[in-house]
């Protein structure tokens, strides 16, 4: 079946930029998605990519996808505090029947 | 305020006790899920509905079940069957975009329920 992976933890300092890193193995992904999940909370859907794109920029989030390497990132520029999280990676394959398979999780320590 | 709520925010079973988890939408969403998270795993999909009256089993569906008779509503029981349930329970429901081959599928969750076993 589909697989999703992610590195489990990712500490910064203060003000640096973040990047968290996915891959992934079902070459029919269609979108690819980012979540957050702060503690004892739902996830918060962050932004999403088509397939077809290879970059998309949100204030300070910018999603990178490689489809060949089939590898997505996710980067926070001037990450705060506030950013400390849990961040999942998902994806969808193609056929409106599929459902949404979810990495593992990063959780993302933002230092002083 | 459209969202998703899940109640209780805690949960404590009883060895062979069967408990449901409550899950209410007023987003006008069709499809709903059920997911149960461990530390360090990802998200395990345990059913879901994509209509009315109608669900699917998902990767773990042993030892729950479900019923969707309302739009606005999909509990989850945790059976006396699952032998592990202590986890973190979302719920979920979605708005899709498209179709056929290109579904774009935002997933609005809850804030979860965390079960214990007494």
């Known amino acids: 079946g589909e697989d999703v992976e992610q590195s489990l933890f990712l500490s910064v300092r203060e003000g640096d930029s973040s990047v968290i890193n996915c891959t992934y193995t079902d070459s029919s992904s269609t979108y690819l998605y980012w979540y957050k999940q702060e503690p004892g909370a739902g996830l918060q859907l962050l932004t999403y990519i088509f397939s077809n794109m290879d970059m998309k920029q949100d204030q300070r989030l910018t999603v990178l996808l490689n489809k060949k390497d089939k590898h997505l990132s996710l980067r926070i520029a001037d990450t705060q505090t506030g950013d400390s999280a849990i961040y999942f990676c998902?994806?969808?394959?193609?056929?409106?029947?599929?459902?949404?398979?979810f990495g593992s999780g990063t959780q993302l320590t933002v230092l002083p | 305020d459209g969202g998703i709520t899940q109640s209780p925010k805690y949960l404590f079973r009883k060895e062979g006790q069967n408990v449901t988890l409550s899950c209410e939408q007023n987003?006008?969403?069709?499809?709903m899920y059920w997911y149960r998270q461990d530390p360090g795993q990802g998200l395990r999909l345990i059913y879901y509905s994509q209509i009315v009256n109608d669900f699917q089993k998902g990767d773990i569906a042993e030892g729950y079940s479900v019923s969707r008779e309302k739009k606005e509503s999909f509990p989850l029981t945790v059976t006396s069957a699952q032998k592990n349930p202590t986890a973190f329970y979302l719920c979920a429901s979605s708005s899709k975009q498209g179709g056929g081959g290109a579904t774009n599928e935002k997933l609005f969750f809850g804030s979860g329920t965390q079960l214990s076993v007494l």
């Open positions: 998902a994806e969808r394959g193609s056929g409106s029947a599929r459902q949404l398979t």
């Open positions: 987003l006008n969403h069709d499809a």
